[in-house]
T-cell receptor, first 117, second 116 residues
Framework: DGGITQSPKYLFRKEGQNVTLSCEQN?????MYWYRQDPGQGLRLIYY???????QKGDIAEGYSVSREKKESFPLTVTSAQKNPTAFYLC????????????????FGPGTRLLVL | GENVEQHPSTLSVQEGDSAVIKCTYS??????FPWYKQELGKRPQLIID?????GEKKDQRIAVTLNKTAKHFSLHITETQPEDSAVYFC???????????????FGQGTILTVHP
């Protein structure tokens, strides 16, 4: 899991502002995921991507957007439409469909804590 | 979609005791069940997983059991140590292939505290 990095560690957002969280991996994984973690709740899936130039909405995609232009990178933008963005955001990756086995370990990055000013 | 319920939300034990965390899932098509441990301020890390064709799996002090009929699975930690203190998450995955590939649904988490 040391091969996944997220930046910044802390991010502050002003009202009406879009902010972008970075996620990079050097594990040669095809699949990448974004989760949101709130106190007392489990991880909830925002978006996921199984391969470059393709991604799907997760369970709580509203107010978020992603891109997957490179295999190594899966940035998440928290838009002004997300009214309650304060949370801990975790990026993860796994080998992906080329492994032929969907039951594969997801490796997590260290997370970004987003706070609203 | 899949729904995973996890209990208890908090669990406090004395060092050396056993700890058991239980999860139930709603979709009988789920066939992969990982458990993650998250220490305070750290990233979640996989500690053990089980597939639906297996009823039990052990790894040293950690074991997971699966009851497909009842749609529940449990994490068992024996001889607990203070370093076991963390938040534990269960998850379930439906092997639907296609665009659902790799999609995990997590439980709400259990805060385990092991007192010396």
């Amino acid at each position: 899991d040391g091969g996944i990095t997220q930046s910044p560690k802390y991010l502050f957002r002003k009202e009406g502002q879009n902010v972008t969280l970075s996620c990079e991996q050097n594990l040669n994984h095809d699949a990448m995921y974004w989760y949101r973690q709130d106190p007392g709740q489990g991880l909830r899936l925002i978006y996921y991507s199984q391969i470059v130039n393709d991604f799907q909405k997760g369970d709580i995609a509203e107010g978020y957007s992603v891109s997957r232009e490179k295999k190594e990178s899966f940035p998440l933008t928290v838009t002004s439409a997300q009214k309650n963005p304060t949370a801990f955001y975790l990026c993860a990756s796994s080998i992906g469909p080329t492994s032929g086995d969907p039951q594969e370990t997801q490796y997590f990055g260290p997370g970004t804590r987003l706070l609203v000013l | 979609g899949e729904n995973v319920e996890q209990h208890p939300s908090t669990l406090s034990v004395q060092e050396g005791d056993s700890a058991v965390i239980k999860c139930t899932y709603s979709d009988s098509a789920s066939n992969y069940f990982p458990w993650y441990k998250q220490e305070l301020g750290k990233r979640p890390q996989l500690i053990i997983d089980i597939r639906s064709n297996v009823g039990e799996k052990k790894d040293q002090r950690i074991a997971v059991t699966l009851n497909k009929t009842a749609k529940h699975f449990s994490l068992h930690i024996t001889e607990t140590q203070p370093e076991d203190s963390a938040v534990y998450f269960c998850a379930a995955q439906i092997n639907a292939g296609g665009t659902s590939y790799g999609k995990l649904t997590f439980g709400q988490g259990t805060i385990l505290t092991v007192h010396p």
